[in-house]
């Protein structure tokens, strides 16, 4: 029996969570590190905060095709990550610290070093199997799984309909493998759309989406807290990148708060004892600031949702979602602040709620059309397409077209065709054009996109029998692939 819908309305948390496949493909500073700093710093930290949270999960595939390689090698290089580096190199900065004087920054780098002893106490009581952490999670608490794309492509990007069915139905396949049960809730990576797209998403059983419609509907628009009707069946949940930004914005949002941790402040080993004013970071302080804003931001979402009420005369559904890895990693107190969102939410009397069970009980509306977009800025897809990003993105769709032609001449799908097919999901990772756009990797995502394309290329002339048959495997990507959606009709 659905429960009836709260006069006030309801907030539903959406935490997207998302890596490109990092583990296994160099180290410092680029590479499976950003996994293990992700690991320590967030995925581990954020199986404490969950429990008994009405929040909607993203579990990106290829991020899941990670945590599955944990309870093996690597998760011994984590470990050794955790104890050997992470260990040694806070030790020997607050010495460094010490001796010149800085005992504050001393000790907060000793303070610091706690989380990553914590991180590992946490994974070895898991024995390594996080991912199995998060399916127990979402089998006893009220946590809804979503899933994504098989490798966090731009689906309005692809260039076949071949293309995004490879995708979509590796992505959908592979959570139920690995979840066992789901829901219908699909993340469109970087919430970018285009019309027509919910018809690919339908066929493969999604139900209901995030898009965000800020330039169609404007900033501030109480329509954003009304689910969209398409005429294929899913659901089109606009964000509101009102209350988004409160967070996200890094020049005016909560982290930019002068107590909060520095991110950019770093000692010789990058390590991040400062706070944005200059001053030694002071743990106790911050803790307080993000219970602030976590009441903060309780009342501004109540504010929101009584003022749709009282215009529309319903209660309205707010979607807030977040990158999982902005909490712990980039804005250090934010799974905190998240812990105390959830808390306040009790406190004030603001009902939270997972997307698919809020859509239980809120009617879509009819005759509005969801309008091509990103989350991007703006919020278009020149992050992903544009002149800086040329190269990767030419290089993509060529690797598409020239595999979707392979598949149909191909007599047979053997090993050499799988591994053009996954070092061309590899390709299709949105994250490469992304570090490119905002400067974040140097020269790695070029050095990756080369690799694949030059791997996709060897393995597509052994389909042609003119050169030696590839293994099919690429480390633990999309390990049972499907390449039927690729000769779909």
Not at 125 to 137: H, I, M, P, S
Not at 183 to 206: I, K
Not at 224 to 240: F, K, Q, S, W
Not at 430 to 459: E, I, N
Request: hydrophobic fraction near 45%; charge should be negative.
């Amino acid at each position: 029996m659905t429960a009836p819908r709260p006069a006030r309305g309801e907030l539903a948390l959406v935490l997207h969570t998302h890596m490109p496949y990092v583990e296994g493909f160099d180290t410092w500073p680029f590479g499976e590190e950003w996994l293990w700093e992700a690991l320590a710093t967030v995925y581990l930290p954020l199986l404490r905060v969950l429990p008994r949270a009405p929040v909607t999960l993203g579990l990106t595939p290829v991020l899941c095709d990670q945590l599955e390689t944990l309870t093996g090698d690597a998760g011994d290089r984590f470990l050794a990550f955790l104890r050997d580096v992470r260990e040694d190199i806070h030790a020997e900065d607050a010495r460094g610290l010490e001796e010149a004087g800085h005992h504050e920054l001393a000790a907060e780098v000793r303070r610091a070093a706690g989380d990553y002893r914590e991180a590992a106490r946490m994974f070895q009581a898991l024995g390594g199997d996080v991912l199995g952490a998060f399916r127990d999670l979402a089998e006893r608490e009220p946590l809804s799984l979503w899933t994504s794309t098989a490798t966090h492509s731009v689906l309005p990007l692809l260039a076949t309909e071949p293309g995004i069915r490879l995708q979509v139905a590796n992505g959908t396949a592979s959570h139920e493998r690995r979840f066992g049960s789901w829901s219908g809730g699909f993340w469109l990576p970087e919430c970018a759309y285009r019309p027509g797209l919910e018809r690919d998403l339908a066929e493969y059983g999604v139900r209901c989406f995030c898009v965000d419609q800020t330039e169609s509907l404007g900033s501030g628009s109480l329509a954003h807290l009304e689910p969209i009707a398409t005429d294929a069946g899913p659901v089109a949940v606009p964000i509101c990148w009102e209350m988004v930004s409160l967070v996200w914005d890094i020049s005016d949002g909560y982290p930019a708060n002068p107590i909060y941790r520095d991110y950019h402040g770093r000692t010789v080993h990058d390590l991040k004892p400062w706070n944005h004013s200059g001053d030694p970071y002071r743990r106790f302080q911050a803790l307080a600031l993000a219970r602030e804003h976590a009441r903060d931001f309780v009342q501004r979402a109540r504010a929101r949702l009584d003022a749709y009420a009282a215009e529309r005369g319903r209660p309205g559904l707010l979607c807030c979602a977040l990158d999982t890895e902005l909490l712990g990693h980039w804005w250090y107190e934010g799974l905190d602040w998240l812990l105390f969102v959830i808390d306040e939410a009790r406190l004030q009397g603001l009902p939270l709620a997972t997307l698919p069970e809020a859509l239980d009980r809120f009617e879509a509306v009819d005759g509005v059309s969801v309008a091509p977009s990103s989350w991007g800025r703006p919020k278009d897809l020149s992050t992903w397409d544009a002149p800086p990003v040329a190269e990767i993105a030419t290089t993509a769709r060529r690797a598409e077209l020239d595999t979707v032609a392979a598949a149909a001449a191909a007599a047979e799908h053997g090993p050499a065709l799988e591994r053009a097919a996954r070092e061309l999901l590899a390709l299709q990772s949105s994250d490469w054009a992304f570090q490119v756009t905002h400067d974040l990797a140097d020269d790695y995502p070029f050095r990756r996109v080369r690799g694949h394309a030059h791997d996709l290329d060897a393995a597509l002339e052994a389909v042609k029998d003119s050169a030696p048959v590839p293994e099919a495997t690429l480390r633990n990507l999309a390990p049972e692939l499907d390449l039927s959606p690729l000769l779909a009709p």
